[in-house]
Nanobody, 118 residues
């Protein structure tokens, strides 16, 4: 069992930056990958970025070169993943959610709203 909590969303102007955090607790040693998804109103959920437990990363084409996913798993009780978002555009507006992937299943957070608007 893993508990996932996101934070860091908010309102930012176009061209600005935000850093989202995702903290996973519980059976963190079973996590083999973590993902950031987003869903805008009226649109399908989109996989934004992934980081594996070996540090390999992958990004959606729409965010390549602007977003960076990283992790901090130095603590024994919490596995933290970050999503640094730069050069934000209005079309990046969405609810951003984090998942922890284990062999037993995927565990989701509640999501955090990101709004890019002037």
């Amino acid at each position: 069992q893993v508990h996932v909590v996101e934070s860091g969303g908010g309102l930012v102007q176009p061209g600005g930056s935000l850093r989202l955090s995702c903290a996973a607790s519980g059976s963190i040693f079973s996590i083999y990958a973590m993902d950031w998804y987003r869903q805008a109103p009226g649109k399908q959920r989109e996989l934004v970025a992934t980081i594996t437990n070996t540090g390999r990363t992958n990004y959606a084409d729409s965010v390549k070169g602007r977003f960076t996913i990283s992790r901090d798993n130095a603590k024994n009780t919490v596995y933290t993943v970050y999503l640094q978002m730069n050069s934000l555009k209005p079309e990046d507006t969405a609810v951003y959610s984090c998942t922890a992937r284990l062999n037993s299943g995927n565990y989701w957070g509640q999501g955090t709203q990101v709004t890019v608007s002037s």
